[in-house]
């Protein structure tokens, strides 16, 4: 059985397909850059209409099948921006009515977990899933996809890229602050925020901000910033597995690149003595091979949805997605 995936919550527009041995036939995207500022909903959504022909055309060109060829269409149904997931949703349902097939809504957050299982042989792990739109600690727990931590405010990869873009670094701001944190040498005292097992991140990009403009070395600051938002993420994860007794800890989502953040975590697991994993980057990032495998894996276990279902959730939590296919 042939699924294919559209992934659009955010920046990225892309086209999965999988095949239900696990195999990824093709994962082809594209990412809409905004010329200046933050994200525009619907200018996101109008480059990802203009792209989606282009995308699938080249996904179904990788895979070497015709379009006739898939035998169920995925689509992420949230959580993300309105506009953008409307777009792909109604795409999804385009492709799904002309090929006659059917079709599954996928949570965002629970696909970047499921290829990690697909990519990794790990089973169980307690997940730190981390990017431009997302902050959360999650694990399998009584049949759910639970959330042990989130960010009460701004998603890490936010925080990172509002503050490149303050200090007038170019976008996305992660790996520019990465590159100038390896030359840090100084630690300035930022505010770590951990209130019980959720992360606030504004106070503490607020402050960097602050930091630089009142002319601290920007090294430094990036260093700092680092080290600061690392070390809570590396702190709530760490609680979790405590909490759950997990054997496994994955790394997934944009900021998943970030290599003072993969040894932070890694330490944290070695001490523990519990596998560690990171996705390859291009599973790390959003993509339709995400969405596509995890699509199968609930249709494969008795997923259906009908047209009426298929309207999107921008909202849609993890804990509330039944997961037949991980049992009890
Ligand atoms: P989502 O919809 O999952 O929130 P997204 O639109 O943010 O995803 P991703 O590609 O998953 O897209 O993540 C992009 C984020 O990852 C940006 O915030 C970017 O700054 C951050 N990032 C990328 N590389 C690095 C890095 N080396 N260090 C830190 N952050 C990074
Ligand atoms: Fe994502």
Known sequence: ?????????????????????????????????????????????????????????????????ELEDIDLVAFSQGPGLGPVLRTAATAARALAARLGIPIVGVNHCIAHIEIGRLTGRIHDPVTLYVSGGNTQIIAFDAGRYRIFGETLDIPVGNCLDVFAREAGLSHPGGPNVERLARRGRRYIQLPYAVKGMDMSFSGLMTEAVRRYRDGAHLPDVCFSLQETAFAALVEVTERALAHTEKKEVMLTGGVASNMRLRTMLELMADEHRVKFFVPPSEFCRDCGANIAWTGLLAYLHGVRQRLDDTEVRQRWRTDEVDVPWRGK
């Open 1 to 65: 059985m042939l699924c294919l995936g559209i992934e659009g919550t955010a920046h990225t527009f892309g086209i999965g397909i999988a095949d239900s041995k696990g195999k990824i036939l093709a994962n082809v995207s594209r990412v809409y850059v905004p010329e200046q500022g933050g994200i525009h909903p619907r200018e996101a959504a109008r480059f990802h209409a203009v792209n989606a022909r282009r995308v699938l055309d080249e996904a179904l060109n990788v895979a070497g099948i």
